[in-house]
């Protein structure tokens, strides 16, 4: 021993250097005979193969991949039955195709390792399937995926679930997210581990924009069940943004307070990030919650991150649709300080706010800027200046804006041609609106269900009872219009049929109490949905002072409170909706049913049908057809003009039994019964339950108020109300004016009705019928007023 080493016998040492340079000469004399000649001259007798002489040339940069594939084969096929390859060297061949792009050779290759009945490692099926992903042949990666797993039968083990996230990835991305869930749900079942984030995440914003709930929340389950599995930042973001898209805030606001924990506990990558934040805030902003919101943002500035402009336009669009303009407004202008550019959905929002509060001038201005600053309008710009012009009197101004961008041939598509027919059967000018049909057919515009709704609505309110001719003759999508007649008939031949004598008594809509009793309602239905705050229950103080504890340096104090009130179960849902339900949600086929009960339904609410409405909705409740909130809404507002309260008080029931979101139009009707039955005391009430649920004043409301305090004789009550609704940036409208000169003039206060109606003329509200009746009983009750004070005063003087 020399230097610590163990010397070889000479004789051992120089048969193993002969036996290496062998196998060198044996090595280049095939690789120079497979690149001259191929296989057809190799003999298998006189080569002495092995599994270390096969890689070699498998590795040898001289050959190319195609004969080295080939001798591959070869061997197998050449060498006898007793000659099989290994693992390694099958993973070897796989790696050397997939590189080179020789994707064709690997079907009949993993056939023949099938029959060899070797089993390569996962790294090689993965190394496969990427491969077969990236050239975008997905149905043969899943080829290969079926034969991977049938080799793992006959194995203990089973294959590594990260070898599906290429394949899981991939199908997303190919839309097939149906045949991914199926995958991934049968992973999730047979094996204790799960495959990686990245495929988990991919999937759950598939399910997200698909609208999939269901499925969502089975993965969503199923991923918390594996005590394996963390969420990312990534994950809880989409999860966050998921829950409040759907107006489940409090499990929004549980992942986020999760979230927080976690950051807390010592995983910093788990952390609040502006995602979050911006998801959060849109969370709070769809169901109602701006005020909320707001407080986030400064929140949002305080954890160390700064606001972008999906953070500013969504609040913008969230303050817009609550009638927030001021708020609005000063983001806006922050927004801009910043130096974050407006876009076109930034100004859409605000011109369509503008629009809703009457603030035409305001609103004018403000696209007059959008010019000016080089932001380009879009269609849905010019089609809610059309929308906002017509809704505000200003109907021939809406029109020659219209023409104006028909002549130009742009900014011009279908929905601008369905404002106008709406308008032009509001005005009852039927032939015009068919004659705009026809030439929105002859532009190339699809009539939809929404103009045919308005046309529908149009020609039965006047009586044309011809409706199926013209409807034939000037539209020619065969497929839509062929659905409306069948519906029709189906309709017509259903409320033909007799009424069972077993429903001959039974209301269609039971209710206990009544109507006057609707805070109690309202809490219920606030119990019932887990959606507002709650007393603490028992043992819940020592957690949240925990957390408090734990969370003293928390950069977002409000959302955890938010987080720690409400009271939520598993999966919460939505109680108040700010967006106001419509007649025609224009979502396809699939909403079709609904969309015509609802269109047939205000038919027959508008002329004063109110047994055939009735009849209708039980027919197609007795069929599954799901209603809405528009549905119930329409019912509830025929009930209460006609007094009908405690069949009203039966409707609010069921709707809050279906957790069907009420919106502004729902307390809308509330305030208007409650009114109408004397009871405007009750009306405060409401009023700040709907403020606490998220809800808004918009224009409807204020006036529904005025109204029911006015005639309650509550005048104090209404001039503050108007004060608020002025300085909230909501401009009256002619009937504000109408009902506020009304209920001073009954109330006696002549001088104050006579100052309204000098406001009306001066902020250009255009005079109605109404009005006309109104002044009328104003100047009756102005001469008797100036009658008893000559009275008055003669009878002074005689004394």
């Not at 990558?269 to 919101?293: F, R, W």
């Not at 950069?555 to 106001?580: C, N």
């Not at 109606?757 to 001469?783: Q, R, S, W, Y």
Request: glycine share 8%; with cysteine; proline share 3%.
């Amino acid at each position: 021993m020399r230097h610590g080493r163990t010397l070889l016998p000479k004789t051992q040492t120089t048969r193993s250097t002969l036996s290496k340079l062998g196998d060198l000469l044996l090595v280049a004399s095939l690789t120079k005979t497979l690149s001259e000649s191929g296989t057809r001259n190799l003999h298998p007798c006189s080569i002495p193969l092995s599994e270390p002489l096969l890689l070699r040339i498998l590795r040898s940069n001289y050959l190319h991949p195609s004969k080295k594939i080939d001798f591959f084969k070869w061997c197998r096929s050449c060498l006898g039955p007793s000659y099989k390859h290994s693992a390694g060297a099958y993973s070897h061949i796989f790696r050397i195709a997939c590189r080179t792009n020789h994707l064709d050779e690997i079907p009949s290759l993993l056939l023949s390792m099938k029959q060899d009945g070797v089993v390569a490692e996962s790294g090689t099926f993965k190394l496969l399937l990427d491969a077969f992903i990236r050239t975008g042949k997905i149905d043969l990666a899943l080829e290969i995926l079926d034969q991977m797993e049938e080799l793992e039968l006959g194995r203990t083990t089973t294959l590594d679930p990260h070898v599906y996230d290429s394949v899981l990835v991939a199908l997303v991305r190919k839309n097939q997210v149906g045949l991914a869930v199926s995958i991934f749900f049968k992973l999730l079942e047979g094996s204790a581990s799960v495959p990686s984030s990245i495929a988990s995440n991919e999937l759950l914003v598939a399910l997200r924009k698909g609208n999939m709930r269901m499925e969502f929340k089975q993965l969503f389950d199923k991923l918390r069940e594996k005590k394996e599995f963390m969420f990312d930042t990534w994950g809880y973001n989409i999860c966050i943004h998921a829950f409040g898209c759907w107006g489940e805030l409090a499990t929004s606001l549980r992942l986020f307070r999760e979230m927080e924990e976690k950051s807390l506990a010592g995983s910093g990558s788990l952390g609040p990030d502006l995602c979050t934040y911006n998801s959060l805030i849109h969370a709070l902003c769809l169901v109602g919650k701006v005020k909320d919101a707001l407080i986030v943002l400064e929140e949002l500035r305080g954890s160390g991150n700064e606001p972008d402009k999906y953070t500013y336009r969504i609040l913008i669009r969230g303050c817009c649709k609550s009638y927030r303009l001021e708020d609005a407004t000063k983001i806006f202008s922050e927004m801009q300080y910043n130096g974050f550019s407006p876009d076109t959905v930034v100004y859409n929002s605000l011109l369509c706010g503008m629009f809703k509060a009457r603030k035409i001038i305001e609103a004018c201005q403000l696209f007059e800027k959008m010019v000016q600053d080089g932001i380009r309008a879009s269609f849905w710009t010019y089609n809610i200046l059309i929308d906002g012009l017509f809704r505000n009197g200003r109907a021939e101004a809406g029109y020659t804006l219209f023409c104006e961008l028909k002549k130009k041939g742009k900014f011009v598509d279908g929905v601008s041609y369905s404002i106008v027919v709406l308008q032009l059967c509001r005005e009852g000018l039927l032939e015009d609106a068919l004659r705009l049909v026809e030439e929105m057919e002859d532009r190339g515009f699809v009539v939809d269900l929404i103009t045919v709704t308005s046309l529908l609505i149009g020609l039965h309110k006047h009586g044309q009872w011809d409706w199926t001719e013209r409807l034939m003759k000037h539209i020619r999508d065969g497929n839509l219009v062929a659905n409306v007649l069948k519906w029709q008939a189906d309709m017509e031949a259903s409320m033909k049929n007799p009424q069972s004598k077993r429903k001959d008594y039974t209301p269609i809509f039971p209710y206990k109490g009544n109507f006057g009793e609707i805070m109690s309602l309202l809490g219920s239905t606030d119990t019932a949905a887990d959606m507002n705050f709650v007393p603490d229950p028992p043992g819940t103080r020592d957690e949240e002072t925990s957390f408090a504890d734990s969370g003293q340096w928390s950069s977002s104090p409000h959302m955890d409170r938010l987080a720690s009130q409400m009271k939520y179960s598993e999966y919460s849902s939505q109680l108040f909706s700010l967006s106001r339900g419509q007649r025609v949600q224009a979502r396809g086929m699939g909403s079709f049913d609904i969309d015509m009960v609802n269109t047939f339904l205000s038919i027959f609410l508008a002329k004063g049908k109110l047994s055939l409405a009735c009849k209708l909705f039980e027919i197609f409740s007795d069929m599954g057809v799901d209603p809405m909130s528009y549905t119930y809404n329409s019912i509830m507002s025929s009930f209460v003009k006609k007094g009908y309260f405690n069949e009203a008080w039966g409707i609010l029931n069921e709707m809050g039994e279906k957790v069907c979101p009420a919106d502004i139009a729902t307390y809308n009707m509330i305030i208007q019964g409650l009114g109408k039955m004397g009871r405007a005391d009750l009306a405060s009430a409401v009023l700040d339950n709907l403020i606490k649920d998220g809800g808004y004043l918009d224009m409807v409301m204020y006036n529904t108020l005025i109204n029911a305090l006015g005639k309650a004789g509550r005048i104090e009550e209404v001039n503050k109300l108007f004060d608020q609704m002025r300085t909230s940036g909501i401009n009256p409208d002619t009937v504000t004016f109408n009902t506020l000169i009304e209920v001073h003039s009954k109330a006696g206060r002549l001088k104050d009705a006579y100052k309204f109606l000098k406001m009306m003329l001066h902020a250009g509200c255009l005079p109605n019928h109404v009005t006309d009746t109104t002044l009328d009983f104003l100047g009756k009750e102005i001469e008797r007023s100036r009658y008893q004070k000559a009275s008055i005063m003669g009878t002074k003087d005689d004394s």
